[in-house]
């Protein structure tokens, strides 16, 4: 049975709109699609990223698009805004899609304020505080579901916590690649 997120899904409208927004914090930040700043391929993702597109091919565009802009942030020290809702779509497709790579109920994995997935196979917990528990905040989520942040790192630099037998989710990640 695939796991249910108690998180609200993504919704297409909003989506492409926090994909618009996002677009925009990149231009700013990189002073602009004309300056230059850009290389040719990253540019006509930041252009194309809300084009009329099927919801599932937005969704990813949106996780791409947050990717970048981390990675962007990352590698110019800039300090680039995550669109709320951006955040919130790339958030819940990647625990999603960590859902179905390692079915199960044994591990909550919970990214608050947008996503809380059961995963791996094993006891299934149905009421009180589950004994497998993983909680990380959005950015550091999709940076390790994506292979930007290994599960050793993110356990030593503190934005994890990983309580339960079960709860080591570093065979499974990333979820993407």
């Not at 602009?32 to 252009?47: H, K, M, S, V, Y």
């Not at 110019?76 to 990647?94: C, E, F, H, K």
């Not at 791996?120 to 009180?128: A, D, I, L, Q, Y």
């Not at 497998?132 to 994890?160: F, H, Y």
Request: hydrophobic residues 40%; contains cysteine; charged residues 20%.
């Amino acid at each position: 049975m695939p796991s249910r997120s108690r998180a609200r899904r993504y919704d297409p409208v909003r989506t492409r709109a926090a994909v618009s927004a996002q677009q925009g914090h990149l231009r700013e930040a990189v002073g602009g699609p004309g300056e230059g700043r850009l290389d040719a391929p990253t540019r006509a993702l930041i252009e194309t990223a809300a084009a009329d597109l099927p919801d599932d091919v937005l969704a990813t565009r949106c996780v791409e698009l947050v990717v970048l802009t981390g990675d962007l942030a990352a590698a110019t020290g800039l300090s680039i805004p995550y669109d709320r809702q951006a955040l919130a779509t790339a958030t819940r497709v990647l625990a999603d899609a960590l859902a179905a790579k390692a079915p199960g109920g044994s591990v909550e994995v919970r990214v608050p304020p947008f996503a809380v997935v059961q995963c791996v196979e094993g006891p299934r917990h149905t009421r009180g505080t589950p004994p497998n528990v993983v909680e990380t905040d959005p950015p550091t989520w999709i940076r390790l579901a994506t292979g930007r942040l290994t599960w050793a790192e993110a356990l030593e630099s503190g934005p994890l916590t990983a309580s339960g037998d079960r709860a080591d989710l570093s065979a499974h990640l990333p979820v993407l690649g």
